[in-house]
């Protein structure tokens, strides 16, 4: 059974920065591309960030270019989603999620990944 579970979220105050980190257990993680994903109260959830098995490609939303770094440590089977500049409009639950099959490709969507971790919360106040 896969478990993903994020760790680093809390308050944090405009223009300052949080590092999110994902334990992935049950999977053969360096097989698995992983993203982020985030849900703001009344919002749909949306993509963030996702990088690729090997860490070789990631991906990023436009709103978030340039301010937010996914990696991974496949040693350590953990993801992290490195982010700066925050903004109060970056609040939200993120969610750590794995790709549905393992390979190269690269899911943005969140229909084609198959676990989910419980989330974390990321206030940013102005």
């Known amino acids: 059974q896969v478990q993903l579970v994020e760790s680093g979220g809390g308050l944090v105050q405009a223009g300052g920065s949080l590092r999110l980190s994902c334990a992935a257990s049950?999977?053969?993680?360096?097989?698995?591309?992983m993203g982020w994903f985030r849900q703001a109260p009344g919002n749909e959830r949306e993509f963030v960030a996702a990088?690729?098995?090997?860490?070789?490609?990631?991906y990023y939303a436009d709103s978030v270019k340039g301010r937010f770094s996914i990696s991974r440590d496949n040693a350590k089977n953990t993801v992290y989603l490195q982010m700066h500049s925050l903004k109060p409009e970056d609040t939200a639950v993120y969610f750590c999620?794995?790709?549905?099959?393992?390979?190269?490709?690269?899911?943005?969507?969140?229909?084609?990944?198959?676990?989910w971790g419980q989330g974390t919360q990321v206030t940013v106040s102005s």
């Open positions: 999620a794995a790709d549905s099959a393992p390979g190269p490709g690269v899911p943005v969507i969140g229909a084609d990944f198959g676990s």
């Open positions: 049950g999977l053969t993680f360096s097989s698995y591309a």
């Open positions: 990088i690729s098995h090997n860490g070789g490609d990631t």
